[in-house]
């Protein structure tokens, strides 16, 4: 052998050498950069199953609450507010209304604290009448021919069906994920 073949068999070997302990560097951090891929989609996975675990219980926790308010706090609000609604419609019929006069109806529990609220000067006539046929949340305003009827259990209603959807959709998605 010569000398020139011995040096480029070594230089050969050191270029093998080389390139297979480049090779085993790169190979080792593939491995380690999947892991850590794996590892940090499982964390994720993990999280994103227990913040759904939570908002669930939230929501399902919510329930009992939103339905207390829908069926005992509101309906007792709507009774104590409709004389507010009424003197708020009949100052805006104030506008139209010139001189003839207005009857309002209500149901007959809710007589005295509409009376009471229509103590207020109006620049028109203002009667108030019980109506048994109305509901503690209902009024009627009849001026002319026009009537308006002011109807807070609809409200109330409409409140109830979208608390309700809203958990009906919430359970939903719970079961399909």
């Known amino acids: 052998m010569t000398d020139t073949t011995l040096e480029e068999q070594r230089l050969d070997s050191f270029e093998q050498g080389y390139k297979a302990g480049w090779e085993d560097a790169l190979k ?5 950069t999947r892991q850590i891929s794996e590892e940090f989609a499982r964390n994720l996975q993990d999280l994103s199953f227990t913040y759904r675990e939570a908002y669930a219980h939230v929501i399902k926790s919510m329930n009992p609450l939103l339905s207390q308010i829908v069926e005992a706090v509101l309906p007792e609000m709507a009774q104590q507010t409709i004389g507010m609604r009424v003197i708020e419609q009949l100052q805006d019929m ?4 010139g001189d003839s006069g207005i009857e309002v109806q209500v149901a007959p529990a809710n007589q005295p604290a509409v009376a009471a609220l229509l103590k207020q000067e109006f620049a028109f006539p203002v ?37 309700s959807g809203f958990f009906h959709e919430h359970q939903k998605e719970v079961v399909n994920g």
């Open 28 to 32: 080792a951090q593939n491995n380690t």
């Open 94 to 97: 104030v506008k139209t209304s």
């Open 127 to 163: 009667r108030l009448k019980a109506d048994a046929t109305l509901t503690e949340t209902q009024a009627l305003l009849k001026f002319d021919e026009t009537e308006k009827q002011i109807d807070l259990g609809e409200v109330l209603a409409g409140i109830g069906q979208a608390v």
